[in-house]
């Protein structure tokens, strides 16, 4: 199984120095991603999901971000040591990207064709005329009805949908070996995210395309994934496949996720469950489970100590002292 | 920080930390102390104000008294008379090479009237208290004291300035305020105006009206006016702007939906959260109103005598400034570094009022 | 496109008239008048130059007069320069003041695009620091303080550049280097702070991380990607900073001796030479509504969200 990895994410830590000061948003996260995998990453705002993946990309802002340590190996190398040059060939062409708002990822003042086509001309080397031919078979495998005719409009002249659409066209045109998506559909009419969802599993299925989706809704990657992230404050806080995530879930911040998911199957009176409390500030966090103020099962320990990462079998971990050696 | 004591209430920001619980207010003054060129801005506005403002209560000479034997001087630590003895020395010798040179016996008479001034003086020099005066600054044409008329030459500018920002403040707010409130063709008929005014080059219009003006003690009062009238302009898009955008928001639909009415929501609720914006443009518009009256005073149609401002001044200074350069330097960097200070001190207030800022350059 | 200029061509209309209107009025309605500085006249002399410039007419018909006459693009005799119309002095004055609006404002477009660009690359480093505070330097310091003293400096002390005149055939073009500096600090400080400010934010927005996720080398980021958008709010810009470089122009061609219409307009004013003055008017109005309607096509074009239907 792990010669099929092809990415592998060790000890990932991206901090930003701001005036109040360190913000760790990444914190030691480690995973691995197979190849033609469906991985999601599931966490509230500002859990560090985003962050995590620019970083894979060495696309942190910097400053105030820096990355801090661990490592990101892409094909036996590690990309963060790489140079820019080599970055570059990477970016866009083994692994790419779709971002959150459709609305204000694509240039306003270039037309589609012109920021489609540059990235198919760069990495594949094809001339003009027959990246636009490439671009139009792609924006037609994403279903955008007449691209021959829309692919020489500008943004505005789509619909958000039909812009996601375009940015997963893109995103997928040099046949990257991963599609980073963050959260491709929470800015989307929900109408629509089932269709863009349903377009990103279909194409990364039909070129075997590995998939890192970024969300904060369990609903989500529920149908879609074969193995989930679950990060909380920067840090990876349970991992395993979906089956396990969702048939027996260990973390309680996992299982205040799921117990607050609505469910249609079971027709209740209670009102919806949800965790209490807020999500923490992770400027100068000190030593301790970032969880326990919102834990119902929190513990003496949880305040003065990060739980040990307890291993559960294979690639199923578990950050929690009620696990472990902790217990 | 320990984490079980936090309030839910706190803002978060981009990467979801908390920013502190405190008002916008003292947040905005921590951001702007950490800004050291506007808290360098700050200072110098700060003293430039007592200074200016305190000159009568500060031991400064007097700023139209003239003396005839002190023309020109240059700045100098020693006393008055020393100085303008060793000018006229000065230029006693280079008369008397003058006229060996030329023989012209017209150039016999200033030489004359140098020779008594220079007896005058030195009989005067130990006994008359004004000979001991020190002129750091120099002086000007009329044996002004550069320091005394720069002092309160700024106290002019900045009274203007500071005026004309509050005129325009104030017109600008009500004009904004019931266009934004109100809409509708009350609304249209400012935008309008707004409109036409934004398109006459309004520094013209108001060298019409000042040369249109009898000259008189009255021009500075006529002055503060004529920039005023013009300058409000901008302060009313912008307040427009954000009444038309709070007014629609939630919490003025909930002061609403509790039966205030509008007197009571303009005042309470769509100015109070406007007044930074409104800080923030004033600030930035102050300096401009007093290079605007200088511009006026230097062209000659603005502030009149024996009153001078920063504009009077630097253009009094431009006559002779090939000789006497101290009286064009002089006022001009004491407008300049306050100018200078006055827009480090509206950038730094933008930033930290408006830290979101879409048009921060 | 071309029923937008057509339409807003016909909405210069109302807004020139109503500017001719208010001025005519304001102007005649304040004291004093063009005879009345100089030493007392005879009854009857001063009776026939009303007759002759028709003053003795109630102002309304005068008005009527007036807007008549400039409809046929005769703006009148000029009331002190007897010898010379306002069309003459304002046509030999008025090249004079383009050619250098336009040459100042083109090397604060110019300059300051530069240096902002360069500032916003090199953000946060010395570069940035020293090219913003010459900015606020530049905002700060007012032209009849700079034009004064780069005149002190350079002309006087160094006698590297001649102290005024315009095109002069000794000096020629050196005579423009001063009033083109004085004239352009400002704009080109603003200019300057105003793309530095747009570019940085055009750098963090989110299309720019796309192409930079797309893998397009930084120089290519910054050519294509960012610089176009950074650029539009520059253009909004120059209607205004037109405006104020006519304004400017006043005090730069009183201090550099220009013949232009700055010059004019200062001395008619403090005259009352009431038809040079309305000339003006109407003049530096044109070239304002002019600059504002090249600003909306220019603007128009170079962003592909706004059309003109």
Known sequence: MTDDVILQVKDLKAYFKLDEGLLKAVDGVSFDLRKGETLGIVGESGSGKSVTNLAIMKLIPSPPGHIAGGEVVFMGDDILKMPDDGIRKIRGNKISMIFQDPMTCLNPFLKISTQMIETIVLHQGLDKAAAKAKAVEMLKLAGIPAPEKRIDQYPHQFSGGMRQRVMIAMALSCEPEILIADEPTTALDVTIQAQILELINELSERLGTAVILITHSLGVVAGMCDSIC????????????????FSDPKHPYTQGLIKSVPRLDKVSTQRLYSIPGQPPNVINLPDCCPFFPRCERAMDVCKTKYPKVAELGDKRTVACWLYGEGK | MPLNDKNNDRATNEFNQYVKPVSLWADAWKRLRRNKMAVLGMWIVGIYMVVTFGAALLPFKSYTEQEMLHINLPPSFKPAGVVALGQLEGRKADLEAA????????LKQDLERIENEIVQLKGEIDTDPKHKRVYILGTDYLGRDMLARTIYGGQISIMIGLIGTLTAAMIGIVLGSLGGYLGGWIDNLIGRFVDLMYSLPYMLVVIIIMSMLPTGSNSIFVLYIAIAMISWLTISRVVRGQIISLKNSEFVEAARSMGAGSGRIIFRHLLPNSLGI?????????????????FLSFLGLGVSAPRASWGTLVSEGVQGMQLYPWRLLVPAVAMTVFLFAMNFLGDGLRDALDPQSKNRN | MSRFIVRRFLSVIPTLFIIVTLSFFLIRLAPGGPFSGEKKLPPEIMANIMRKYHMDEPLVNQYFRYIGD???????PSYRYKDQTVNDLIGNAFPVSILLGTLALGTA???GTIVGITSALKQNKWQDYAAMSVAVLGISVPAFVVGPILMLIFALKLKWLPTSGWL???????????PIITLMMPYFAYIARMSRGSLIEVMRSDYVRTARAKGLKEGVVIRKHVLKGAMLPI???????FSGIITGSVVVEQIFVIPGIGRIFVQSALNRDYTVIMGDVIVYSIILIAANFVVDILYGLLDPRISYK
Do not use: W
């Not at chain 1, 679950?230 to 995530?245: F, K, L, P, Q």
């Not at chain 2, 923030?280 to 200088?294: A, D, G, K, R, W």
């Open chain 3, 235 to 241: 253009v909004t810009y120059l209607g205004p900073a």
């Open chain 2, 99 to 106: 006229i060996v040179k030329s023989g012209r016996p017209d």
């Open chain 3, 168 to 178: 002069s055939s000794r000096a020629g073009a050196l005579t423009l280097i001063m």
């Open chain 2, 278 to 294: 409104i800080i923030i443009y004033s600030t930035l518009q102050f300096p401009s109103f007093i290079m605007n009256e200088s």
């Open chain 3, 70 to 76: 400039v409809l046929h693009f005769d703006l009148g």
């Open chain 1, 230 to 245: 679950v990060m909380y404050a920067g840090r990876i806080v349970e991992r395993g496949t979906a089956d396990e995530i």
């Open chain 3, 109 to 111: 477009l110019v300059l």
